[in-house]
C-alpha cells in the first residue's frame, strides 16, 4: 500500500514539473503578466509563425472549432483580474485596467488561423496577447483648429 502511495506521489511530482516546463508563466515568455496558461490552450511561443507575431506576442493554440470559447474564457479569467473589454472588432478584443496610481494599462488579444489552410475545426487556431504601450486612458491633446485661428476667436 505504501509502495503504491509513494508511486502515485511520484508520478504525481513528475508530471507536475513536466506541466511546469511545458507552460512557463507568460512574464517569463515575455508575454503579459495576468495571461496564463488556461485548460484547452497549449504555448505556440511561434505563434504558428503567423502574423510576424513571434516576439512580439504571447500565443496560445488550440483546434480552431474550440478557440472562440478559449477566447472567451481568457476575457472571463481577465476580468476577475480587473481587465475590461473596451472595444475590438470580430477577431480582436482590446482591453483595459485601472493603474492604482492613475491611468490604465492596455492589452490586445487577437484570434487568427493560417488562412492558407482550410477552414475545419481540427485546423489549429490562436490566440495572441500583447501589451499596449503607454498609457491608453490618456486624454489626447486637442486639435488645433483647422483654419489656423486661434483657439476661442471668431475668423473675419
Do not use: H
Not at 496558461?37 to 474550440?66: E, F, H, I, K, M
Request: overall charge negative; aromatic content about 4%; charged content about 10%.
Amino acid at each position: 500500500m505504501i509502495r503504491i502511495l509513494l508511486t502515485a506521489a511520484a508520478a504525481l511530482t513528475l508530471s507536475t514539473a513536466a506541466q511546469a516546463q511545458q507552460s512557463p508563466a507568460p512574464a517569463a515568455q515575455g508575454g503579459p503578466a495576468d495571461v496564463g496558461l488556461l485548460p484547452g490552450a497549449a504555448l505556440s511561443a511561434d505563434c504558428g509563425g503567423l502574423n510576424n507575431l513571434a516576439g512580439r506576442a504571447w500565443c496560445v493554440t488550440a483546434p480552431l472549432g474550440q478557440v472562440g470559447a478559449l477566447a472567451e474564457a481568457y476575457i472571463a479569467n481577465l476580468e476577475t483580474q480587473g481587465w475590461l473589454a473596451a472595444g475590438g472588432d470580430e477577431n480582436r478584443v482590446v482591453l483595459v485596467k485601472r493603474r492604482d496610481g492613475g491611468g490604465c494599462d492596455g492589452m490586445q488579444m487577437v484570434a487568427f488561423y493560417d488562412t492558407a489552410k482550410i477552414a475545419v475545426a481540427e485546423t489549429p487556431g490562436y490566440l495572441g496577447f500583447a501589451i499596449v504601450p503607454g498609457d491608453v486612458c490618456a486624454t489626447a491633446t486637442p486639435a488645433a483648429p483647422s483654419d489656423g485661428a486661434a483657439a476661442g476667436t471668431v475668423p473675419q
